[in-house]
């Protein structure tokens, strides 16, 4: 719900902690998760569950996850939850992260794992010691990941509140990898759809769907709706731009997020409505 310096996850500029809407549910009883294409230290992910001045300290944010009463966590990344002494860990010590974790979880590490686990409490998937692979390779895939995630979070009485990324869309646009987005992008398509499955159904529940930022510049310039194919794109940079992104939502709640809205809105309406409060009418 505010703004900071680049690189700097959930503290103010001046190095003071700032609450996430994850810390917040947890503090209320709900329970909370993450799902990621990337490794979960990432910025989005680190972003809900840990408060450091620099995204690239991917070791204290594991250890800060770690500490957290995170119930559901899906992603990549396990190098900087095992000790040094392990084959492939990025770690400089011989802090034992996952073995933390597996007091209170389960913890799994491969996709044959993760598909045998049913009645638990929580889990934390890390299924690649740093970022897993591209849609086509990667197992198990977003939507997967996602339907396990709000069956095991849903189970509580208090409600939830879960964050899924689709990573990868954004470096496929670094990439200038036209196909790369689109499966990308059409592989998060059917996570959000798992996603609205439950809510219409639970009627109960706030989908919110947008991006931190463009990438690429990004242009369709020829194509085929009938077809369903793009045979032309192009691009006007490598790095990210200032074009506005869309927020789509649906549930209850939902009608606030119509208009136009600094990126700071969305942050604090979802703590509003997390501690049962009005949301905010006014921008910063």
């Not at 230290?41 to 569950?49: G, I, K, V």
């Not at 034992?96 to 009645?119: H, M």
């Not at 930022?213 to 006007?236: C, I, K, Q």
Request: proline content about 5%; overall charge negative; some cysteine.
């Amino acid at each position: 719900g505010h703004k900071t310096l680049n690189g700097v996850i959930s503290q103010t500029s001046d190095g003071e902690v700032l609450p996430t809407v994850a810390e917040i549910a947890e503090a209320r009883g709900m329970a909370t998760g993450a799902v990621a294409t990337c490794s979960v230290t990432h910025a989005t992910p680190a972003a809900f569950f840990s408060h450091v001045d620099d995204r690239g300290k991917y070791n204290l944010i594991a250890e800060q996850m770690a500490a957290s009463g995170v119930d559901v966590l899906l992603g990549g990344g396990w190098s900087y939850f095992v000790p040094a002494s392990h084959e492939g860990s990025n770690r400089r010590d011989e802090k034992d992260l996952l073995a933390e974790l597996a007091a209170r979880v389960s913890v799994v590490r491969t996709a044959e794992g993760f598909r045998e686990i049913d009645d638990v409490d929580g889990i934390v998937g890390l299924f690649a010691p740093e970022h897993p692979p591209g849609v086509e390779a990667r197992d198990p895939a977003l939507p997967e990941l996602t339907g396990k995630a709000i069956d095991l979070l849903s189970r509580g009485d208090e409600g939830f509140f879960l964050m899924v990324e689709g990573s990868q869309i954004d470096w496929a646009a670094h990439e200038h990898d036209q196909d790369g987005i689109i499966l990308e992008t059409l592989e998060f398509d059917d996570a959000v759809g798992i996603g609205l499955d439950f809510a219409r159904t639970d009627g109960r529940t706030l989908v919110i769907v947008t991006a931190d930022h463009e990438t690429g510049g990004f242009g369709v310039h020829d194509g085929s709706v009938e077809e369903r194919e793009v045979t032309a794109s192009g691009f006007t940079t490598d790095g990210h731009t200032a074009a506005m992104v869309p927020i789509f939502a649906y549930g209850p709640g939902s009608e606030v997020f119509g208009g136009i809205h600094d990126n700071t809105f969305i942050g604090r309406v979802m703590m509003a409505y997390v501690e049962g409060e009005s949301p905010p009418t006014e921008e910063p």
